[in-house]
């Protein structure tokens, strides 16, 4: 069977999926046929395989740093959040509904054993594992239902790597403590520490990786400076600035923050556009400053845009394009362009009716069964010919209800529509069509009065990733490798 490395954290947003992402290509690249694996995932970044099975976009990141394809069994569960209690729970990529907090994490919840029978399919087709914890490893009134942290790693017989985050502050008591609470034998399991998104001079916490080794007794592993990466984070929004207006000479493209946001990934080839400031949006009055205004995806569409007509950001986001603002919706923020959407299956988290924004004529109705497919199509607007792939996941299923406007791709509104200046589309993946997005953004800049600009590569998630993990290969300190490949030999 595999032997594995368990990547756990002191807390959430620690760095876990990113330290295993670049871990899974460090050891591929070494010669190890590498598999990730996280048990659970709450987050409502999600993706489709080949087969049409929906799974953690953090798990996908991490099989394309194996090079390998996405598969179930890497990512069993997720929980994809509907309401402050309950959430969508996808299991082995099929959606079995919404449960409620109180009813899952009861005793003997039966995922359990999925999950494990999935690690063990894993173990048995690959030589490695890098398994992904949960928040913190040690929260002491739920380690008896834990699913995620300890016992995986206790099944796959672990390494264990323990990640902090230095950024936040407090990384003694963050790590001290969390190796102070580990059970014995976990506690002996751990091969080294890993202390994420140092800041400033390394030379000057040389004392403080001293002082760590000597109260731990274990390995300092790297001291990881930040990088602005522009990966996926499973559980975080794309990591761009909140409510920070751009310089006049650039173009103000807006992407609305919302509780639910997902797949936020669609935002990063913008980071190509050398004229274009990207940043959340979560002020209705600088909604109105902006050229582009984006509405990602939602996995509470309906709940999400309650939030938004509440703020004041809805009746923004109609006198912004009233006022010339373009807007471009995609999934959930296509759905919420609409006329209105009605939520029979009450999968939204809000009401089974709700009005939409008015800028495009189509409406959604949202079904029980969940769209999970790769799509491809031929762009019609801007320009014609672009050959568009994607994916989408959503519940909804939406129709023209008057026949204004056009057809954004071949077929009609159920790929996308666009109507003056309003557009949006199912495919996620839209913007990483270099063509399309030229020329987009160029209909965009000339109606706004900018120059148009030529065509820009936005950087493949393979050179992102490939960044990612030489910055992570560069962080090791002298023996940690070879610690780390021990851990993992035959």
């Not at 999926?17 to 690249?29: F, I, K, M």
């Not at 709450?42 to 953090?58: C, I, K, S, Y």
């Not at 994809?80 to 003997?108: D, M």
Request: glycine share 10%; aromatic share 6%.
């Amino acid at each position: 069977m595999a032997k594995a490395i368990a990547v756990l954290g002191t807390a959430s947003d620690v760095g876990k999926s990113l330290v295993a992402a670049g871990l899974c290509r460090l050891l591929t690249d070494d010669g190890f046929d590498v598999a990730p694996f996280k048990a659970q995932n709450m987050a409502n970044q999600a993706g489709v395989t080949a087969d049409g099975l929906e799974m953690p976009r953090a798990q996908i990141l991490q099989a394309a740093a194996c090079r390998k394809a996405p598969h179930v069994d890497m990512g069993p569960i997720l929980l994809k959040p509907l309401t402050h209690t309950g959430a969508q729970v996808v299991v082995l990529g099929k959606a079995l509904g919404v449960q409620e907090a109180a009813t899952y994490f009861r005793e003997g919840n039966p995922y359990r054993t999925v999950a494990l029978q999935a690690l063990e399919r894993l173990r048995a087709r690959h030589q490695v594992i890098v398994l992904e914890g949960a928040g913190s490893p040690v929260e002491l009134n739920l380690m008896t239902r834990d699913l995620v942290n300890l016992v995986p790693a206790r099944q796959a017989e672990a390494s264990i790597v323990l990640v902090a985050d230095i950024d936040r502050g407090g990384v003694f008591a963050q790590l001290l403590g969390t190796l102070d609470l580990l059970p014995s034998e976990d506690r002996a399991r751990v091969c080294g520490l890993v202390v994420n998104r140092f800041r400033g001079d390394a030379a000057l916490f040389e004392e403080g990786l001293r002082i760590l080794e000597a109260r731990t007794g274990l390995p300092v592993l790297a001291l990881v400076p930040h990088l602005d990466h522009h990966l996926d984070e499973e559980d975080r929004p794309f990591r761009i600035p909140v409510d920070q207006p751009g310089p006049p000479d650039k173009l103000q493209v807006g992407a609305v923050l919302y509780p639910r946001v997902s797949n936020t990934e669609d935002l990063a080839p913008l980071l190509a556009e050398q004229d274009v400031h990207l940043t959340w949006i979560t002020d209705p009055a600088l909604a109105r400053k902006m050229d582009l205004l984006l509405l990602p995806g939602s996995k509470a569409t309906v709940g999400d845009l309650v939030h938004l007509t509440a703020s004041g950001m809805a009746q923004a986001l109609r006198e912004a394009t009233a006022q010339g603002a373009w807007c471009l919706g995609i999934c959930g923020g296509y759905q919420m362009l609409g006329e209105e959407l009605v939520d029979e299956a009450r999968s939204e988290g809000g009401p089974e009716r709700f009005p939409g924004l008015g800028l495009l004529p189509v409406i959604t109705r949202f079904l029980n069964e969940k769209l999970t497919r790769q799509s491809e199509a031929t762009s019609l607007w801007p320009e014609a010919g672009h050959r568009l792939s994607g994916y989408e996941i959503h519940h909804g299923r939406t129709a023209l209800r008057h026949e204004w406007g056009e057809p954004l791709a071949e077929g009609d509104a159920a790929i996308g529509w666009r109507r003056e200046r309003a557009a949006g589309a199912y495919f996620h993946g839209l913007l990483a069509d270099d063509g399309w997005r030229c020329a987009f953004l160029n209909r965009v800049r000339q109606n706004r009065g900018f120059a148009p600009q030529p065509l820009r590569t936005a950087d493949p998630l393979e050179a992102r990733l490939q960044r990612w993990a030489d910055h992570l290969r560069r962080s090791l300190r002298p023996g940690a490798w070879e610690t780390l490949r021990q851990a993992v030999a035959p």
